[in-house]
T-cell receptor, first 111, second 113 residues
């Protein structure tokens, strides 16, 4: 069945460091892929998405590229800020209007 | 902002008591979901609805029931709360069939003592 695997956290970085959070998936066909972010005490919100192979989603300085050959959708940001501290979830679209979720990766940015 | 509210936002209850959580949306979205979030488990789907009076089970539905009598309201009921149901509960809606994007409410923190 479909599944999403994310790197375990927490990931701790210094401000202005480069960020990568790995996400790989198993799926039939070519599902849409998503990154959601959850700030402390809040619900999840969509960060970016990609709907087909080689698409790059981007938002707020974050990017992720849909790599069909490696079944990956890694999240990257060139220079993180303290305000990026949050939990990040990778997800893929399931056929019956559901999302399949990764376990989430907590990101801690230190000033 | 998809206009999703959840009530209550925090609740402490005793084992064995019934509890109902409410999700209200103002966007006329057809699909609604209830998730629970626990450390180490990410988000797990409890139940979802694909229209008024149309609901289905998710992966962790045991001990939970839902109802949807109006498009805007989706209720989650714990018939007899247990300590294992202590969690943060999120409601989400799904707007666009082509995008699969889900919008989330702020969550309800439930503690069962």
């Amino acid at each position: 069945g479909n599944s999403v695997t994310q790197m375990e956290g927490p990931v701790t970085l210094s401000e202005e460091a480069f960020l990568t959070i790995n996400c790989t998936y198993t799926a039939t066909g070519y599902p849409s892929l998503f990154w959601y972010v959850q700030y402390p005490g809040e619900g999840l919100q969509l960060l970016l998405k990609a709907t087909k192979a080689d698409d790059k989603g981007s938002n707020k300085g974050f990017e992720a590229t849909y790599r069909k050959e490696t079944t990956s959708f890694h999240l990257e940001k060139g220079s993180v800020q303290v305000s990026d501290s949050a939990v990040y979830f990778c997800a893929l679209a399931h056929s019956n209007y559901q999302l399949i979720w990764g376990a989430g990766t907590k990101l801690i940015i230190k000033p | 902002d998809a206009g999703i509210t959840q009530s209550p936002r925090h609740k402490v209850t005793e084992t064995g008591t019934p509890v109902t959580l409410r999700c209200h949306q103002t966007e006329n979205h057809r699909y609604m979901y209830w998730y629970r979030q626990d450390p180490g488990h990410g988000l797990r789907l409890i139940h979802y609805s694909y229209g008024v009076k149309d609901t289905d089970k998710g992966e962790v539905s045991d001990g939970y029931s839902v109802s949807r009598s109006k498009t805007e309201d989706f209720l989650l009921t714990l018939e007899s709360a247990t300590s294992s149901q202590t969690s943060v509960y999120f409601c989400a809606t799904y707007a666009d069939r082509s995008s699969y994007e889900q919008y989330f409410g702020p969550g309800t923190r439930l503690t069962v003592t």
